[in-house]
């Protein structure tokens, strides 16, 4: 809350020339510049006696500002929360997935209101559906001489080293499947500040023809994307809502024909499945119309479609044939299980197959954060921290450990039975596994060659798995399903 310059709870005086309006919540006095002869900038101005015959009101298109009443019309054709044209590449709901009315579950109690026969039947669904899948992943944890010298500078802190340590292993990652190379398009999915492409450039030095696309659909302070000026390497950044991202529609990819790799770091839940989508279905597609024949068709066909990988691989734009894949790869540190949608999930097929459905998945999806409830915060700690975060694809502090902080109505403390901190861990790994099972089944019939692995140690975040594919016949080391 907010007072005077006459509030009791007001010390010193305002800079002069400044808005005299005391605000509570930062301790200090506004510090906007005011006009000749008057107390309090526009923001304030309601406060002041001599302003009171003019009313201020929120902003419709924004409440966390508000503007006169009597100017109301002129403010909104000027005001930066106003709707603004759309670009070529926004397509409504053009990665959002198929919407089936018949599959939205009715309202879903909270898990906590589960009676304990309903959990135990869905804990044994769950056993049942992960029954073959290998819940212990191989370890790729990986490091990287660009980031050499900054790890070891002794003005990390921890949470900078933390960061730097994952930048170090998925770019470690990337280079193991050759994708660090020249003449190619990086896209980077819930940019954030832009780190990990920032990365990805110093390793690449000098090569040539390099395209950065930076997603993000929030606008995002200190972005390190703006510093880059080498001349072979370019930054474009998009702040569009991944679900309705047409790449195709980018005039660098549509008529440069670079190769993608789509990169990601703690991509939420559901951005990674909409990320997915974009890349190897939305995109992919758009190349199988100008080709006119489907991607099933070209698969069978192996020598061409060799030789097709070979190239899109090594992002050789000369000679390129017409039929080509045009994502080179996929490398994406999942992240927040807890925050996917059955509309948006790519992993519908493999759901069904194993005789589960929408409902299934919801408190699938909702127990997963279980497998880092044993490392959570105080209750307090946990609330500030959601807030902060639950309207956030990707927030801007760029980190998305949140399951070790979430305190809901499915916590330990409320669930029914006594089921132990342990085993609460192991149903939440496994309804992470199977999650990512369905995306690992969904490349797979996509024609590529997918793996998921362990890329950090879960010292440095609980959200340590990666998600890797290559499309077939390129040459890879080792996939597992």
């Not at 005001?79 to 759309?86: A, D, I, L, M, T």
């Not at 994952?166 to 499947?177: R, Y």
């Not at 192996?302 to 045009?326: M, Q």
């Not at 959601?386 to 502090?397: G, L, V």
């Amino acid at each position: 809350m907010a007072t005077s310059a006459t509030s009791p709870h007001a010390t010193g005086f305002p800079a002069e020339g400044r808005c005299g309006y005391y605000v509570e919540k930062k301790k200090r006095f506004c510090r906007m510049l005011v006009a000749a002869g008057k107390r309090f900038c526009g923001e304030h101005a309601g406060a002041a006696e001599e302003e009171d015959a003019r009313k201020r009101i929120l902003c419709p298109l924004d409440p966390k500002h508000t503007v006169y009443e009597d100017q109301l019309a002129k403010h909104l054709k000027k005001c930066n929360s106003r709707e603004k044209p759309k670009p070529d590449f926004y397509i409504q709901d053009i990665n959002a997935g198929l919407k089936d009315e018949t599959e939205i579950p009715e309202q879903l109690v909270p898990i906590s209101s589960l009676s304990e026969e309903q959990l135990e039947k869905l804990i044994k669904k769950l056993r049942k559906a992960s029954e073959g899948l290998n819940s212990t992943l191989k370890d790729r944890i990986m490091s990287h001489p660009a980031l050499q010298s900054a790890l070891n500078d002794p003005k990390n802190g921890d949470s900078a080293t933390k960061h730097l340590k994952q930048q170090a292993s998925i770019l470690g990652n990337i280079e193991k499947l050759k994708l660090l190379g020249p003449r190619r398009c990086f896209v980077e999915f819930g940019a954030g500040k832009g780190k990990l492409s920032h990365w990805v450039d110093i390793a690449l030095k000098d090569a040539e023809k390099v395209h950065f696309i930076l997603v993000e659909k929030v606008t995002t302070r200190f972005k390190v994307d703006g510093k880059h000026r080498k001349k072979n390497s370019v930054f474009e950044r998009l702040q569009i809502d991944i679900q309705h991202l047409c790449l195709n529609k980018i005039p660098v990819l549509r008529e440069g024909k670079l190769p993608v790799v789509g990169i990601g770091k703690h991509l939420c839940g559901v951005a990674t499945d909409l990320a997915l989508r974009c890349l190897v279905e939305t995109y992919a597609a758009s190349f199988e119309e100008r080709n006119e024949e489907p991607l099933a068709k070209r698969i069978k066909n192996d020598k061409t479609e060799k030789e097709i990988y070979t190239l899109a691989k090594e992002g050789n734009e000369k000679n390129v044939p017409e039929k080509w894949n045009p994502v080179a790869g996929i490398v994406i540190a999942l992240c927040c299980h807890h925050r996917c949608d059955w509309r948006h999930y790519v992993g519908k097929e493999y759901f069904r197959a194993l005789g589960l459905g929408a409902v299934e998945f919801h408190y699938f999806q909702r127990m997963s954060s279980w497998a880092t409830c044993g490392m959570r915060k105080t209750s307090l700690e946990a609330s500030n921290i959601t807030t902060k975060r639950q309207d956030n694809q990707n927030d801007d502090s760029e980190e998305h450990d949140d399951g070790e902080y979430r305190i809901t109505d499915d916590s330990a403390d409320n669930l029914p039975g006594l089921l132990s901190i342990e085993e609460k861990k192991k149903i939440g790994h496994l309804c992470k596994l199977l999650i990512d099972q369905g995306r690992i089944q969904y490349l797979q019939q996509k024609g590529f060659s997918p793996a998921l692995q362990y890329y950090t140690d879960p010292l440095v975040s609980l959200e340590n798995v990666l998600l890797t594919a290559l499309p077939n016949h390129s040459s890879s080391p080792e996939t597992t399903a």
